[in-house]
């Protein structure tokens, strides 16, 4: 973290018109500079920084904040990264410390590894000699300079040492690189070397912003037999299952357009972010996983599935359905035509055509009932037996208890199955435990009575919110509304990200989330060091999902019997055990007793 001080110091020294200015062609108007919204299409400017305040707004899309804020929306920057940024611009010299104790972050000598490997992949691609095979196949898929190096792309020349050697000569010592992952050893080659070798690079980015791995794709003749693409191993900073490609990047528009496209590959994110399509991300060359859709329902409670349309495809699409469904974000799916997918379509017939699949997207319910349709399984007993079993696991995900009501519904009717005999068919496998299920299991008791100490984390992290509303997209940036286990405080929270400027309730807001919200917004309190209010909030918050998560995997692990699935749970323990430590303190179990006293 970055001392308040210092926060405040590169503020107050910061020239807003220069920084948005690098960005943004800016014309002097008035006192105020004004230019096309960069954040939406418009032909009129909307858009005015006004250097006086510090700040610039748009009053057509009505985005708004300070130097800090735009470039954490324009670049996807972490707050962290957007201070650094303007600190460099404005000769602050930033010293960071970790939350309640000083030194070093652990792993920044992978950060460093990682950074230097994306810039050194980066000139190999644009070097006319090295990168022409690679510059090449891009243009082909329609990819310009600009989309390439918004993501970073570059190229891991055809040889075994290229990085090794670059990286050993600017101080980066062999032991750094293989436990980053980017160098390996073999049986047949003792000796450490390049992990990607002639292939297209897609650096992969935590959500501040951080590089934490790679993706390389095969290019060039010579290699037949390689894998079409080798990716990162896991490493103390990347961790698959936990990161979805692009969602650094893609974040803020998901959560303006309130929904996800879900892709397969780097290169269907790449290319339809290249055709306009700004909300796109993809799982990591494997399944999408619950880690992911928790990830995901920070920014929104929908996402529309455009995996292939063959078998592996369908399957795909529906195990990622039900996983969707099951952490509280509603699947449509996409179909595509057969043998194509998303970079195709974009690339050979448009974006328009790709936009008329995605508004022909339907409820995943919906397009299960016109498969089983179409290959005629309801024409017997049998099949209808069948046809049910096929359906079963997306009923059982489901989480909201009006879409199951319809879903149940939905599937008596087509199959002639009566509704009672459905629900007892649900209880006869009643799914684990998660810490989805765990909230859900508690927010009718939080509408009729607190749920957390009256000054609780949630309940301060909103007070923060609302005496300085810069701290919104800080607090946006790092939660979403799931992670606000009290249904009042994450309508507010929810109310608060759709509005900066709110000063009383929405109409629409249920009445108990109206009146706190009243009280709070009339709380004549003062927080004091907002910075140590936001991090000690946050830290309480995240530790008790982390237990929850924890919780979740210990269940797990007394009921398998799967040796396999046993080691990577004790995996999953293990690496959540040290992320909670990692927070600086052990706050959960106070409030888990306090909520269990709340509940009795």
Not at 17 to 33: A, C, E
Not at 460 to 466: A, H, T, V
Request: hydrophobic residues 35%; charged residues 30%; contains cysteine.
């Amino acid at each position: 973290m970055i001392p308040d001080d210092q926060v405040e110091e590169v503020r107050s020294r910061a020239d807003i018109v220069q920084v948005i200015g690098d960005i943004v062609p800016l014309k002097k108007s008035g006192k105020d500079y004004k230019a096309c919204c960069p954040f939406h299409d418009e032909k009129t400017p909307s858009f005015y920084v006004v250097p006086e305040k510090g700040f610039y707004n748009c009053f057509g899309c009505g985005e708004s904040g300070d130097v800090f804020a735009f470039l954490m929306k324009r670049l996807g920057l972490s707050f962290v990264d957007a201070v650094k940024h303007v600190a460099g611009s404005s000769g602050v010299e930033i010293r960071e410390v970790n939350r309640g104790q000083t030194g070093e972050d652990p792993y920044r000598h992978l950060h460093e590894a990682n950074a230097f490997a994306r810039m050194f992949f980066q000139n190999s691609l644009w070097d006319e000699t090295t990168g022409r095979s690679a510059m090449d196949y891009l243009q082909e898929r329609g990819i310009g300079r600009e989309t390439a190096e918004r993501f970073g792309l570059g190229y891991a020349p055809d040889a075994w040492r290229g990085l090794h050697e670059a990286a050993s000569h600017h101080g980066i010592g062999e032991e750094v690189l293989l436990e980053a992952g980017l160098v390996t050893r073999s049986e047949k080659r003792k000796d450490p070397y390049d992990r990607f070798r002639g292939r297209l690079i897609f650096p992969i980015e935590s959500l501040s912003g951080k590089v934490v791995g790679f993706g390389g794709r095969v290019l060039g003749p010579g290699r037949e037999g390689s894998p079409k693409y080798v990716n990162s191993p896991e490493s103390p900073v990347y961790h698959k299952g936990e990161i979805l490609y692009g969602l650094s990047w893609a974040k803020n528009t998901i959560r303006r357009r309130e929904t996800a496209l879900v892709v397969e590959g780097y290169m269907d994110v790449v290319s339809l972010a290249a055709a306009g399509f700004e909300n796109v991300v993809a799982p990591l060359g494997t399944a999408v996983t619950p880690g992911q859709v928790a990830l995901l329902r920070r920014f929104t409670s929908r996402a529309h599935l455009l995996f292939d349309s063959d078998a592996a495809g369908l399957k795909a699409t529906f195990r990622a359905a039900d996983l969707l469904l099951s952490g509280g974000v509603h699947p449509c799916v996409v179909t595509l035509p057969p043998g194509e997918d998303p970079d195709n379509i974009v690339h050979s017939e448009g974006a328009e055509a790709l936009q008329g699949h995605i508004d022909g997207a339907v409820d995943v319910l919906d397009r299960k009932l016109q498969i089983l349709e179409e290959r005629d399984q309801f024409r017997s007993i049998e099949h209808i037996r069948a046809a049910i079993d096929r359906l079963l696991p997306t009923l059982r995900a489901v989480q909201d208890p009006a879409m199951r009501d319809i879903y149940i519904k939905k599937v008596s009717d087509r199959t002639g199955v009566r509704r009672d005999t459905l629900e007892a068919e649900l209880a006869r496998v009643a799914p684990p435990p998660t810490p989805q299920r765990a909230v859900r299991g508690r927010e009718h008791r939080r509408l009729s009575r607190p749920s957390v100490p009256e000054m609780g984390p949630e309940r301060e992290l909103l007070l923060l919110m609302i005496k300085d509303r810069d701290w919104i997209e800080r607090v946006g940036e790092r939660l979403g509304p799931p992670d606000f286990v009290d249904v009042r405080y994450r309508a507010i929270f929810e109310s608060l990200l759709a509005d900066h400027e709110l000063t009383h309730p929405p109409e629409k807001m249920v009445p108990e989330a109206a009146r706190v919200l009243e009280v709070l917004l009339a709380d004549p309190a003062e927080l004091g060091r907002s910075q140590r209010v936001f991090e000690e909030s946050l830290s309480k918050i995240l530790s008790t999902l982390l237990q929850e998560r924890l919780d979740a995997v210990d269940h797990l692990l007394q009921n398998t019997l799967d040796e396999q699935q046993e080691t990577q749970l004790l995996g999953e323990k293990d690496r959540l055990s040290k992320e909670r430590r990692g927070l600086g303190q052990d706050w959960s179990p106070t409030v888990r007793r306090a909520l269990k006293n709340n509940h009795l």
